[in-house]
């Protein structure tokens, strides 16, 4: 009930393409839902993260949607760019029961971009 | 404001030594995850500190542990090192309200190598 299932596991995508990235969840106390970005040889960066009182969110060519009934949320890569080659990883977080929180990661999507 | 920093950034031990591996977290930042990365498992959570105190724990064995300082920086051990534990470990911070979700932000990390 922990996991985060994320799909693809790798991603190949032509320059201008939209990359799609999936993740879905059970856990329904799971209540933020961070993005990261990560580049070989360097930790994960925050890409983008959402709430689940919204649908969607969207910063430049980063969006997010969130589908709370389905449990389901997903990474677009508008007009992707070879830089935007690198792993991304969805994240979950929650209070667990210490009163603190804690996150769950995907298993993370390598994404090439081909030029 | 300076990032989470880690040392050292590589590290190449044998079986059976142990190893100490330190984060310095955001300025202001209280709270401090480890994480150990591998290829085939993702971002596996190890521990959380906050003001000194191990907060929430991961599913590894004893010979993982850690602490924290009054400056909010973070050490993690592993003694008895095994093949097993080569990874990158990563130390994210975060501010941390009580019960508030909060952002993580990570270091680059420290790459071990068990010979």
């Known amino acids: 009930q922990q996991q985060v299932k994320q799909s693809p596991q790798s991603l190949i995508v032509q320059k201008g393409g939209i990359s799609i990235i999936n993740c879905a969840y059970e856990n329904t106390a799971f209540d933020y839902f961070p993005w990261y970005q990560q580049f070989p040889g360097k930790g994960p960066a925050l890409l983008i993260a959402i709430r689940p009182d919204v649908s969607e969110k969207k910063e430049g060519r980063f969006t997010i949607s969130f589908n709370k009934s389905a449990k389901q949320f997903s990474l677009h890569i508008m007009d992707s760019q070879p830089g935007d080659s690198a792993t991304y990883f969805c994240a979950a977080g929650s209070t667990v029961t210490s009163g603190t929180y804690k996150y769950i990661f995907g298993t993370g999507t390598r994404l090439k971009v081909l030029a | 404001k300076a990032g989470v920093t880690q040392t050292p950034r590589y590290l190449i031990k044998t079986r059976g030594q142990q190893v100490t591996l330190s984060c310095s977290p955001i300025s202001g930042h209280r709270s401090v995850s480890w994480y150990q990365q591998t290829p085939g498992q993702g971002l596996q959570f190890l521990f959380e500190y906050f003001s000194e105190t191990q907060r929430n724990k991961g599913n590894f064995p004893g010979r993982f542990s850690g602490r924290q300082f009054s400056n909010s920086r973070s050490e993690m051990n592993v003694s008895t090192l095994e093949l097993g534990d080569s990874a990158l470990y990563l130390c994210?911070?975060?501010?941390?309200?009580?019960?508030?979700?909060?952002?993580?932000?990570f270091g680059p990390g420290t790459r071990l190598t068990v010979l």
């Open positions: 994210a911070s975060s501010y941390r309200l009580a019960g508030n979700t909060d952002t993580q932000y």
